[in-house]
């Protein structure tokens, strides 16, 4: 019924496995999609990575529709200044943004008055909290062992530690500093928290209340655990917003790859991922720095597998469980490794057919 589709990725991920869209391997004469900076890194689509090819692309170097992912922290600015703050992005410049300064962030930025409180530290649900926390000391969903081989990468040491770190936190003497059900967008806009992590459709873009509304917001990335480089960057994606994929119905795919790749072509004014990135600054940004936060999670940006269930669940609930870290990975542990192999590890394989690794 068409011969080019655009849209939310799972779809074409779906499709893709019943057979019913053309690899980008077969028109690899037509689309240039091997350049990533054009079409996406191999990271960000791994959710249109199938057995022995890709099938989809996002025209990364496009301002603003190329970008969808979570959850970068939103910072009030206003309430850093007014009340002499620590601003965590000065914490991250001096690679000192770390579980333990974070923790003692969310007891310095909580004010009370009286029986009120007048600015919470931090406002996030504890599935974002907790999807953040996990990959926040370098956990991957899909991780290689010692033999090569795929597994899930939260049965590691480090996810334990970050799941346990994350309970402490969470739960733990400042958890009145968080709001763990508000709304992170008018919480911050109405000068009601320091702090929370958003999606990036609420900070830029059509539906970018924080850019529209906000008059000075700062962007800082999850604090890194003890088992990562000071400064570890890492995003979470659960979709690309408008994924482009090609129909195994269309009678001429080669032609359709060949008009994508021209329509698609970078902007004369804006040739570069750095000039999209400045262009990008001045549009939404106050700082340079909160425009380089926000690529950088994007591209280390990991997918989160969220409609494959209980992929997606796995990677939070721990923060509800009433068993211990250890007790909720063993209770999981047959299910993950069922959705491994059905799902995870076909990508895995998907990309290596395409890039060789």
Not at 71 to 91: K, Q, Y
Not at 261 to 277: G, K, R
Request: net charge negative; with cysteine.
């Amino acid at each position: 019924m068409c011969d080019v589709i655009s849209g939310i990725s799972d779809m074409w991920a779906d499709t893709a496995r019943i057979g019913m869209l053309v690899g980008l391997s077969e028109l690899e004469d037509f689309i240039d999609f091997r350049n990533e900076e054009k079409w996406g890194y191999r990271s960000m689509l791994e959710v249109v990575y199938y057995e022995d090819d890709l099938y989809g692309v996002v025209p990364l170097l496009w301002p603003e529709i190329s970008v969808s992912y979570g959850s970068p922290i939103v910072i009030n600015e206003n309430i850093i200044t007014a009340m002499g703050f620590t601003d965590p992005r000065d914490l991250f410049e001096n690679g000192q943004w770390t579980w333990d300064t974070f923790d003692q962030c969310l007891a310095d930025y909580f004010v009370t008055e009286g029986s009120d409180v007048k600015y919470y530290s931090l406002t996030s649900s504890p599935a974002t909290f907790g999807v953040m926390f996990l990959l926040s000391n370098g956990s991957h969903y899909v991780e290689k062992d010692a033999s090569g081989n795929y597994v899930c990468g939260f049965y590691s040491e480090a996810a334990r530690k970050a799941m346990q770190k994350g309970i402490d936190i969470y739960f733990g003497p400042n958890a009145a500093a968080i709001n763990g059900s508000a709304n992170g967008v008018d919480f911050l806009i109405n000068e009601r928290t320091v702090l929370a992590p958003l999606g990036t459709d609420d900070i830029i873009g059509i539906r970018g209340r924080i850019a529209k509304e906000m008059d000075n917001f700062g962007l800082v990335c999850w604090p890194s655990g003890p088992d990562v480089e000071p400064g570890y960057i890492v995003g979470q994606h659960g979709n690309i917003e408008r994924c482009i994929a090609f129909s195994k119905l269309s009678q001429f795919p080669e032609a359709s790859a060949m008009v994508i790749n021209e329509l698609y072509e970078p902007f004369e004014e804006y040739p570069t991922l750095d000039s999209v990135i400045e262009l990008m600054t001045k549009n939404y940004f106050y700082d340079k720095r909160d425009s380089d936060i926000f690529y950088q999670m994007y591209f280390n940006s990991v997918y989160n597998y969220f409609h494959y269930a209980p992929m997606y669940d796995f990677m939070h609930n721990w923060m509800g469980a009433t068993t211990s870290v250890s007790e909720y990975l063993e209770s999981n542990a047959n299910i993950i490794n069922e959705r491994m192999q059905e799902y995870a590890i076909p990508a895995m394989h998907g990309i290596e057919a395409v890039w060789g690794e």
